[in-house]
């Protein structure tokens, strides 16, 4: 069986000495480490994270960053100063209300998120996890056709490539360009991070059945500087309990069909949001994403999502021991 590379996510302190006992732990079981970076730290923690992203190093881990909530664009439990200062580049949904989270189209934005980038390669990290990035959608929006971004910015934009106005509902021509525009934006910062000397990982939703999402699957793995693609099938989320090893199998199988030659492919595992006695899952789970082939595994998150509200298992204790058991036996330490 390929034995693939093994992760955890880890936020939400930012004393060094706590993190460096934690790191520790972490770098028993993984290879590899994903800070997540908010805009928070970009404010305030620059100092402490520069220390944690040391001892990372010191004990052996590859440095993962996260633009954890960044814009309202990517996912994560953070808000977001920069739409607070740039109130005028927000997206807005074709019902004319705006959509909080930053335009793609938006200079500005893009330009805050290669300053983002700058800030994670001096401080040490070594590969940019670009975590769910997404326009602003909501699904009962998306049935009835109402979509974003149809700015200003995205108003001329389309108006130059196609010589009419976006209309006030979802077509062919809009779903279109709302995938060019994501495209576009992930092609700009990822080949920054690129010229930085960083690697690219990119995780969608683990979400099918709907064509424009799976065109926009399909376009995003091709981005010419992803180095690793990835998604996060968990089992258990909103719409009941699905069989752990079938569900990541079938993502991983799905992963390592899109993915080019020599791409890697990631698969997330579920080590939050678990109800107690569920916790041998994780352990299916992953060996089954093991032995579909994946090249890296991860999980989210570290001490089983004991932290957040919306990822807090019934016994986080237990889920961190069954997920770092599973990694040890799998890696053989
Ligand atoms: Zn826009």
Redesign the pocket.
Known sequence: MNIPKFGVSYFGNRFPGHAHRDLVVISQCCDYVVHTVSETDLHHHKGALGKIFHESRKVGLEIWADPWGLGGVFGGESFSRFLLDHPDQW??YSDGRPAPAA????RRFRDYVKEWIGVVADLGAQVIFWDEPHQSFTWTLEWEGVY????S??QDLFREATGGSLPARLGPEVLDFRRKTIKGFLEEVMAYARKKGLKNTLCLYAFEGYHPYEELWNDLASLPDLDIFGCDPYWRWNRGAKDPSDHVRHFAEKLLRTARPGQGSQLWIQAMRLPSGAEGEIGWAVRAAAEAGVTHVAAWSFDGGALLDSALSENPARVWAETSKVFSILKGT
Request: glycine share 0%; with cysteine.
């Open positions: 997206q807005r335009c793609l189209n938006s974003s971004c149809v700015c910015r995205c």
